[in-house]
């Protein structure tokens, strides 16, 4: 209904902009930012994203990332939940708050390292984390790309990470098509002579002329699958243009917002941008972005 489709039964209508409250993107972008903050969404994205990564004494271990584009939670002062990780064990870090003094209210934002806290024969690195001193390292970077952003021409970026691949499937798609015609032609031609072989007026037999139909057959049909291939990768292309245009909308409009926005606002910025900030001892912090803005970043450094 929110994004105008009418549903009866198992039937479903098309969109009427009519009826449509909010787009399609943005209704799935809500539905996945739901699912992610479930108890139940790590649990069974445990297998499915599994990776491995090195710790800092050189150890290789299999962890579980899922990835998010929603924070696993949006109260507290601290910016970063769900994806925040341990460099010395690979386990989750998770933000919480500590007492600065006797007084009770007077609490800080950490971050705490789940091994260390509840197995600490599983981890050797430190318990906590000021989470202050870590979100100013990721606001920082996160300021650094949106003034990066800020000085990137639109279609300048798309002529540089599409157009040209673009313009090398044109040039593809319109030869496979000229090929497809000239291979029809000569079909065509071995048709009429099959015909003219059975009336005894041809100097071919059937039989030759079968065979060089079944060659001329098989190459049509390989250049019909190549000519469907190409306009799908063109469709692609297009598609990756207008994502291009997007991301990069989405970064200027954050840009715009970041620095007047609520923690709840930069939380949702942040856990879109970020895939995984790893702390290690003496405030150790290693940031990967998510992929989709690292393809649109193309080649920044950016930590």
Request: charged share 30%.
């Amino acid at each position: 209904m929110y994004v105008g489709i009418l549903r009866s039964g198992e039937a479903r209508s098309e969109i009427i902009p009519e009826l449509q409250v909010i787009s399609q993107e943005q209704y799935d972008r809500v539905a996945k930012g739901r699912s992610q903050r479930s108890a139940e969404y790590e649990r069974k994205c445990a297998a499915r994203w599994e990776e491995e990564v090195v710790l800092v004494d050189g150890v290789q271990t299999m962890v579980s990332r899922p990835p998010r584009i929603s924070p696993r939670k949006n109260v507290g002062r601290a910016l970063l939940s769900g994806n925040v990780y341990c460099g010395h064990c690979g386990g989750r870090i998770f933000a919480s708050t500590a007492c600065r003094s006797h007084d009770p209210n007077d609490r800080v934002s950490i971050y705490k390292c789940y091994n260390r806290t509840q197995h600490k024969t599983l981890c050797n690195g430190p318990t906590t984390y000021r989470a202050e001193r870590v979100d100013a390292v990721v606001e920082t970077l996160l300021r650094n790309i949106f003034e990066r952003a800020r000085a990137v021409n639109e279609s300048e970026l798309i002529q540089q990470q599409v157009q040209e691949t673009a313009a090398q499937c044109r040039q593809k798609l319109r030869k496979a098509q000229a090929d497809h015609s000239k291979a029809m032609r000569e079909l065509t031609k071995w048709e009429n002579l099959m015909l003219d072989s059975i009336e005894g007026t041809c100097v071919f037999s059937p039989e030759q002329i079968k065979r060089r139909m079944d060659t001329v057959q098989e190459t049509v049909a390989g250049l019909a699958e190549q000519i469907d291939a190409l306009k799908d990768q063109a469709a692609e292309s297009e598609y990756a243009a207008k994502e291009i245009r997007e991301s990069h909308q989405r970064l200027l409009s954050w840009a715009e917002l970041f620095d007047t926005a609520s923690v709840e606002e930069k939380k949702m910025i942040a856990s879109y941008l970020i895939k995984a900030v790893t702390l290690t001892r003496d405030y150790g912090i290693e940031v990967e972005f998510s992929v989709s803005e690292a393809q649109y970043l193309g080649g920044m450094e950016m930590g």
